[in-house]
């Protein structure tokens, strides 16, 4: 039961240009949203996060929007650098358990 | 400051072996948590600790365990391996702090031949 979708495996975006990642969850329990970004051989690098309380978050580049209603949250990147390139996994958890349910990411390419 | 570090960074085991990894948090954290990850299955949620007590636990079978120390340091153990345990296993450390999200170590990437 995958409870946290990415439903895009892959995406590429010319650089300077708008990047956005899509995640949709069906557990309607989680209330905080996260974004990693991982590359080969490393762990998962937080990136931006997201109350259930907020429709939107924003720190530089990076943008989370949230629409509960469609349990479905997006992450933005603009402008997209090469060195955005990598994996990004969004992840979900829920208020007073430490666990992080996971989507399965999306692989970025950043087109120079 | 430094972050989560684990050890060793590659191991490689036979079937039926066991095999314990390490985990140090960043310091101050007090929950570790430990995650698997493999093709297949992306990242799924082993266990986690704080004060020495676990608190969740994924669905896994109880070949996997884990413990941590009063230091925070932490250690899973996966007996009695199978091949599909081939995995990278990654531990991440919190501060409690929900905003500051969770951080990851480099993990350590067992191959079960």
């Known amino acids: 039961d995958q409870q946290v979708k990415q439903n895009s495996p892959s995406l590429s975006v010319q650089e300077g240009r708008i990047s956005i990642l899509n995640c949709d969850y069906t557990n309607s329990m989680f209330d905080y949203f996260l974004w990693y970004k991982k590359y080969p051989a490393e762990g998962p690098t937080f990136l931006i996060s997201i109350s259930s309380i907020k429709d939107k978050n924003e720190d530089g580049r990076f943008t989370v929007f949230l629409n509960k209603s469609a349990k479905h949250l997006s992450l933005h990147i603009v402008p997209s650098q090469p060195g955005d390139s990598a994996v990004y996994f969004c992840a979900a958890s829920v208020l007073g358990n430490e666990k992080l349910t996971f989507g399965t990411g999306t692989r970025l390419t950043i087109i120079p | 400051k430094a972050g989560v570090t684990q050890t060793p960074r590659y191991l490689i085991k036979t079937r039926g072996q066991q095999v314990t990894l390490s985990c140090s948090p960043i310091s101050g954290h007090r929950s570790v948590s430990w995650y698997q990850q493999t093709p297949g299955q992306g990242l799924q949620f082993l266990f986690e600790y704080f004060s020495e007590t676990q608190r969740n636990k994924g669905n896994f079978p109880g070949r996997f365990s884990g413990r941590q120390f009063s230091n925070s340091r932490s250690e899973m153990n996966v007996s009695t391996l199978e091949l599909g345990d081939s995995a990278l296993y990654l531990c991440?450390?919190?501060?409690?702090?929900?905003?500051?999200?969770?951080?990851f170590g480099s993990g350590t990437r067992l191959t079960v031949v």
């Open positions: 991440a450390s919190s501060h409690m702090d929900r905003a500051g999200g969770y951080t």
